[in-house]
């Protein structure tokens, strides 16, 4: 069809040009009889044909409009996002004329008209303004109101600011959401950190129109059920490293008691015992034997509940029991404990560096070269020495970067990527390598100082760093055993040793 209409448009060029205007000729005749069998094919084609694009701006569908009580940050941040959503936004002030800078393309009325403009309201507003409210109890009747508002510290009313605003406004459908979001997360849209808009209400029709909107704007709607659980909606903005509290109060624990061993056995033995001031040490030195005990210590009791809780399973023969709750507690927050042993890693690998360039080693270094020239002596090469030298950094090269990638593959966007077995097999075998090998290198660290070095009968402070890997890694050989890792798959499968109800001892699942 196209090729017909390119062909009628060049006879036609073809007839202007002709100097016989009027068809007098019998080539102009024959001409312009193709042309029009030309158009009218072209023509007929036409109608067959789809437009991508609508020719009546009329056709295209109204954008919903939205109110937005309150021009704060959150407000302005919410306002912005629901217009490049595809929004109409208009704000509901106190002073419409003088409400500051808002986004491009919304509107600013007085909180009557605006509530009346609009079937869905956010109030972006705390919690003591909610008075003016009470006044605007008509507007509202059967209006979607998103309570947004956080408090500034647990209980601090007695009851949540959802459960309140519905008991203000009984004719309104109130739904808590988007409270846990900031008003940066907002404005830039949603990533891997922020994608949850959490939301209750007790309107299912008021909650699936919330959810419409957070979907629109790129986020994923969780439902948490009635507007009974708003407070804990409410609370948990207010939660600091919740996750954390436990990995971190650990880490401080061990750190502290740590510190003050080795002062102990390093500074206060030197100066009571051999009247020296070794506290210049306790910057670089000691803090380079405490940050590894703490990061193997911490290491091993991210692995050490899996262990414990294996035992348990052959113990008890069955997998559906429920663990007490400290070993639950402890294996939700396996992956804080190895990431900030991790960090601890980081740090003994930094100070280890700078040690070559410290005062106290170039001195030493320098005056025991003066010293051995002075008396003409030299030092024998002691291939036992090199080889457990180079052991021990090795081993402590391998186990750190394996702890790198298990600090990496920790992360959602790269555990994501991974399959099952593939995320299981590097936390899980690899994890137990780098146990393996950081248990190993503080070992080749020792030495032969196993039996020695003992002050006021105090041992080395690496070796209370041993006790706990090596009982992790002796435990996970026994459960590797054929035997037992059988016994332990069967139970992990379905399998239970008290048998089914009919005492046959099937497994309960095929």
């Given at each position: ?33 193709s ?9 007929e ?32 941040s ?24 808002l ?38 009747q ?49 990533s891997?950190a ?28 969780l ?7 708003a407070?804990?909606?409410?609370e ?25 061993y ?16 070794d ?29 414990i ?17 400290w ?51 030299t ?28 600090g ?11 399959s099952?077995r ?11 390598l ?20 003992y ?38 499968q379905?399998?239970?040793?008290t ?12």
């Open positions: 069809m196209r090729k017909q209409g390119q062909a009628a448009r060049k006879i036609m060029r073809f007839l202007r040009r002709c100097r016989h205007r009027r068809y007098h000729c019998c080539w102009c005749r024959a001409a312009a009889m042309a029009d069998r030309l158009s009218s094919v072209s023509k084609a036409k109608p067959e044909s789809v437009s991508l694009c609508p020719l009546d701006p009329a056709a295209a569908p109204e954008q919903e409009l939205l109110c937005i009580f309150g021009t704060g940050d959150l407000g302005r919410l306002g912005q996002r629901l217009l490049h959503s595809g929004y109409r936004v208009v704000y509901g002030s106190r002073r419409p004329q003088s409400c500051g800078p986004p491009q393309g919304a509107q600013a009325m007085s909180h009557e008209a605006a509530a009346q403009s609009a079937s869905l309201v956010f109030l972006c507003i705390h919690r003591e303004h909610y008075d003016f409210l009470e006044n605007l109890a008509p507007r509202l059967g209006k979607v109101l998103v309570d947004v508002s956080n408090n500034l510290k647990k209980n601090l009313y007695p009851e949540a600011n959802a459960e309140c605003l519905q008991r203000m406004i009984p004719g309104a459908h109130v739904v808590k959401a988007f409270n846990t979001l900031s008003a940066w997360a907002l404005q830039n849209g949603p891997d922020n994608r949850q808009v959490y939301l209750c209400g007790n309107g299912a029709e008021a909650k699936q129109a919330v959810a419409e909107v957070a979907t629109k704007l790129g986020f994923a709607a439902d948490k059920g009635s507007l009974s659980a407070r804990e909606l409410e948990f903005p207010l939660q600091l490293f919740p996750e954390w509290r436990m990995p971190l109060y650990v880490a401080l624990g061990l750190t502290a008691f740590i510190f003050v080795v002062v102990i056995r390093e500074v206060v033995y030197a100066y009571v015992e051999q009247g020296e001031d506290s210049f040490r306790i910057m670089v030195s000691l803090a380079n034997k405490v940050f590894p005990i703490v990061s193997l210590i911490m290491l091993s009791l991210c692995y050490l509940p899996g262990v809780a294996g035992f348990i399973q052959l113990y008890i023969g069955t997998k559906y029991r429920r663990f007490p709750d070993l639950d507690r402890w294996m939700l927050c396996r992956k804080q404990l190895g990431l900030v042993a991790l960090g601890f890693a980081f740090l003994h690998m930094v100070y280890t560096l700078i040690i070559p360039i410290r005062y106290y080693v170039i001195f030493w270094s320098s005056a025991n070269t003066v010293s051995k020239i002075r008396e003409n002596r030092s024998v090469f002691d291939t036992t020495t090199a080889w457990r030298s180079d052991s021990y950094y090795s081993m402590g090269i391998l186990g750190f970067g394996l702890f790198l990638l298990l990496i593959t920790s992360l959602p966007s790269v555990s994501n990527a991974l099952w593939e995320f299981s097999f590097i936390q899980s075998k690899l994890g137990y780098t146990v393996f090998f950081c248990t190993l290198h503080t070992y080749l660290y020792g030495w032969d100082k196993f039996l020695r070095s002050k006021w009968h105090m041992p080395p402070a690496y070796m209370l760093s041993l006790l706990l890997p090596s009982v992790l890694l002796v435990l996970k050989l026994l459960l590797l055993l054929p035997c037992v890792d059988r016994s332990l798959t069967r139970i992990r379905g399998w239970e040793r048998g089914t109800q009919d005492g046959t001892g099937k497994p309960l699942l095929t």
